[in-house]
């Protein structure tokens, strides 16, 4: 089998960098590649708004447009999703028999356990830190909640930026920077969680040994492809797609069309998880720069919270 099965550890991070960076655009090559690019371009424009601000000028704009244009092109897209997806899931059950559904519950139950292990792992980040993870997560439940109900990290995100800043504590340079990031850069449900299931599930059917190199490469792939994951419904299935391919089961996508059927169903969870690691984050980052109110994180939660424009 082609892809992170047949390749040596080293070997796959060779052939992340291109050779040439104009071909990866073009040809069958693996989308991280594309992604690494990319940042590389972001890191270099932003050093030379400081140094070369004019110069630059031209270029950023027109990166700004294209990005407007390429984020109308995915809506559309995405609103289109469900009509595909329709059709893989139909194609899965007739391929595979309705034992398949069976399987999709099995799924979910994996997805929502590895959720509430990631809640929990927060316990300990927060514990390691010195906040107290039981206020915490008492203050976080309406913004947990919003975003379980919405399945969308940035239309929760106002809510996220108001309860890190009059509730938990976090200041609100620390709550707007770490919270908006969070809500487009390592999401840890859609971006972490979803894409890295269904890359173990799909190495399983298809026969690659998941021993410990393919995990590790399966974690590098998941995490370079969450940078500049739109934070609204839908888009884990982009996720999903990114490491799928940059891990050389691309071709398979069309076998797990079922999963994507009942992405409504785990997206409440992944969101929520979202948002909750960007609260989380927040804390961290504010308790490392010595910024963090501990007295305004022991304080009552304001209760006209629920009245927040």
């Known amino acids: 089998m082609e892809g992170i099965a047949a390749e040596s550890f080293p070997q796959f991070f060779l052939e992340l960098i291109p050779n ?12 991280v590649s594309v992604v690494i690019i990319g940042a590389f371009f972001a890191a270099s424009i932003r050093f030379m708004r400081n140094k070369k601000p004019d110069a630059i000028k031209a270029f950023d704009e027109f990166l700004q447009s294209a990005q407007v244009a390429v984020n109308s092109v995915l809506t ?29 519950i099995n799924f979910i139950l994996a997805l929502y356990s590895a959720v509430v292990i990631m809640l929990l792992v927060y316990v300990v980040i927060l514990l390691l830190v ?49 919270a908006t990031m969070g809500s487009t850069i390592g999401m840890n449900g859609c971006a972490g969680i979803f894409p890295a299931m269904l890359g173990v599930m799909l190495a399983y059917a298809t026969g690659v040994d998941v021993n410990i190199s393919f995990l590790v490469l ?19 299935t982009v996720a999903a797609t990114v490491t799928l391919n940059g891990i050389g089961l691309g071709a398979y996508v069309s076998e797990i069309g079922a999963v994507f059927g009942i992405d409504p169903i785990v997206d ?20 490392w720069e010595g910024n963090f109110d501990m007295e305004q994180f022991n304080a009552p939660t304001k209760s006209d919270f629920e009245d927040i424009d």
């Open 20 to 31: 040439n960076m104009f071909s990866v655009m073009t040809t069958n090559s693996s989308i």
């Open 76 to 104: 559309n897209v995405i609103k289109l999703m469900p009509y595909g997806i329709s059709a893989l899931v139909a194609n899965t059950i007739i391929s595979h028999g309705i034992e398949i559904i069976m399987s999709m």
């Open 130 to 178: 010195g906040v107290n993870p039981i206020k915490f997560y008492r203050k976080a439940f309406p913004t947990m909640v919003l975003g379980f109900s919405s399945r969308s990290s940035v239309g929760t995100l106002p809510y996220t930026i108001t309860n890190l800043d009059e509730n938990i504590g976090v200041s609100g340079q620390t709550a707007n920077f770490v």
């Open 218 to 236: 399966l974690v590098t792939v998941v995490t370079i492809g969450s940078i500049g994951i739109a934070g609204v419904p839908g888009t884990a």
């Open 268 to 287: 409440m969870d992944r969101t929520m998880l979202n948002v909750t690691g960007s609260m989380v984050s927040a804390v961290v980052v504010d308790r």
